[in-house]
């Protein structure tokens, strides 16, 4: 059944105002299925029912935080494509000696800060293991937004549940209650930020080289741009990357066609690209 | 593979359904923690998962959940509830629950934490 669109632009404006994110026509099909299945999510028998409440009494914490999720749904969690965070642990930071400094990363497009928390997290579980590591981890995003609950490392009941196993949420975040919701949120713990920061940076406009990295994650960020603009910030990553230095992209890209200067590597599941011994020198 | 799923709601029920019923998962319902740990202790009784509701009648998720592991031994319990304090989180893990899943929840989330504990993709 069709939704009316008095309720689409009920939802759509709350969206767009909250997130950024913006449904007009041409992708309006994908909110209707996600406010189809926020109502079946909340119990409610369909979309009209869900804007029935909501009409009579407000929309409640959980309620807004839910739409929020769905509106943003897949764009990011915790530990996501967990066979890239296997390799992290058992294969690149075993592997990577950089004598007289900390291993430093760079999560080239970290969102809302998922990214960078998990990674530091995957730091403290090989520190607990007997394996501890000094890191520098740099996390940047071009919205200024997203960075700011990246920042803060503030996560609602939704956000703290995709990917993240329960043990590490009680070891790595404290609860805090929002004043006028009955949702909590959960706060990441200052510990798990004391190797990292957080900077607003554009990948296709000119910004300063922080490398050399061990590592750059640019997680579905190309899939968005044209092949020059990919071109592009590829040549420019491999500039940052430290010699051998990898390079991890989202599970749908590849640099197929688009860079020689990476060796293609797969571990289990993950596929990562090694920069070439001679590439850096011409990056 | 088969789900157990412990839950005093047949809207829960029937939400589970519509959420793994096309994933080939076989799932079966009780609805209360009694219930429950009579059906593990039936005879030829096999289960690959179970989806533990906190507060029911008769015998609550938590009561239940240590007599359940008792039987079950290795076979993961997920909690699944709208209680989200910390505290609560911390007790039912203690109890022996593999991992915990707050309501409301979606797809994504609950399909997740199942494929993270099973190693294997739940569609």
């Given amino acids: 059944m069709a939704i009316s669109p008095e309720i689409i632009k009920y939802f759509s404006s709350l969206i767009e105002r909250e997130t950024g994110i913006q449904y007009g026509p041409v992708n309006q099909h994908l909110l209707e299925n996600r406010l189809r299945d926020l109502a079946k999510t909340l119990g409610f028998a369909d979309v009209a029912m869900l804007w029935a409440e909501v009409q009579s009494r407000g929309l409640r914490g959980v309620e807004r935080d839910t739409i929020l999720d769905l509106a943003t749904n897949n764009e990011t969690s915790f530990f996501r494509d967990p066979e890239v965070f296997e390799f992290f642990k058992n294969v690149f930071v075993p592997q990577c000696t950089t004598p007289g400094r900390p291993i430093k990363i760079w999560c080239a497009a970290c969102s809302t800060g998922q990214e960078p928390y998990s990674l530091a997290m995957t730091f403290d579980q090989l520190a607990l293991a007997g394996m501890p590591r000094s890191y520098d981890l740099v996390a940047t995003d071009i919205s200024e937004r997203v960075l700011k609950q990246a920042r803060e490392g503030l996560y609602s009941q939704l956000e703290i549940q995709r990917g993240l196993a329960a043990t590490l949420l009680l070891r790595y975040f404290e609860q805090t209650a929002v004043e006028g919701s009955s949702a909590p949120k959960f706060r990441v713990k200052p510990e798990l930020k004391r190797s990292l920061s957080f900077q607003k940076l554009n990948l296709l406009e000119p910004w300063v080289n922080k490398g050399p990295f061990d590592i750059v994650f640019c997680r579905n960020v190309l899939i968005y741009q044209d092949v020059e603009s990919k071109k592009k910030i590829i040549s420019r990553l491999a500039g940052t990357l430290a010699p051998g230095g990898y390079l991890v992209l989202g599970g749908a890209e590849s640099l197929l066609g688009l860079s020689s200067d990476f060796d293609m590597q797969l571990h289990g599941k993950a596929c990562v690209y090694r920069l070439k011994a001679l590439a850096r020198a011409s990056a | ?123």
């Avoid at chain 2, 789900?3 to 005093?8: A, Q």
């Avoid at chain 2, 079966?28 to 740990?37: C, D, K, L, M, P």
């Fill in chain 2, 1 to 123: 593979m088969k789900f157990l799923i412990v839950d005093d709601s047949r809207a829960v029920h029937a939400y589970l359904v519509d959420l793994l019923g096309g994933s080939g998962v076989a799932l079966q319902h009780v609805h209360n923690g009694e219930e429950a740990v009579q059906a593990v202790k039936s005879p030829g009784f096999g289960v690959d998962l179970v989806l533990l509701d906190w507060e029911m009648p008769v015998l609550s998720g938590i009561e239940a959940l240590p007599r359940l592991k008792a039987i079950l031994g290795a076979t993961p319990v997920v909690m699944m509830t709208s209680k989200n304090a910390m505290a609560d989180i911390a007790l039912a893990l203690e109890r022996g629950a593999s991992d915990y899943v707050i309501k409301p929840f979606t797809k994504e989330i609950l399909t997740g934490k199942i494929g993270q504990i099973l190693g294997r993709e739940v569609a």
